[in-house]
């Protein structure tokens, strides 16, 4: 049974960092390709950024520059490293692993004050 779960939200002012991460459990995720995702109220969830097993990364254009993902293999965790966020990164953030299907965290809420 795949789980993930979030950690390291919380509320920010702007221009702050937060560090999220998503520690997988159940499975061996070498072939994996992990994801965050974000749902503001009343929006559409959203991708963020993914890494793939050859830790090739992908970011929406709304946070290149600003976020960085990383996976550490050996702890089956991923990150998002979110700097100069901004009110509109406001949302609740969710962790995504894809491999044949996808299993998705509960999320962690980050809120960026202004």
């Known amino acids: 049974q795949v789980q993930l779960v979030e950690s390291g939200g919380g509320l920010v002012q702007a221009g702050g960092s937060l560090r999220l991460s998503c520690a997988a459990s159940?499975?061996?995720?070498?072939?994996?390709?992990f994801g965050w995702y974000r749902q503001a109220p009343g929006k559409e969830r959203e991708l963020v950024a993914t890494?793939?097993?050859?830790?090739?990364?992908n970011y929406a254009d709304s946070v290149k520059g600003r976020f960085t993902i990383s996976r550490d293999k050996a702890k089956n965790t991923v990150y998002l490293q979110m700097n100069s966020l901004k009110p509109e990164d406001t949302a609740v953030y969710y962790c995504?692993?894809?491999?044949?299907?996808?299993?998705w965290g509960q999320g962690t809420q980050v809120t960026v004050s202004s």
């Open positions: 995504n692993a894809r491999w044949f299907r996808h299993y």
């Open positions: 159940g499975s061996s995720f070498s072939p994996f390709t």
């Open positions: 890494i793939n097993s050859d830790a090739i990364t």
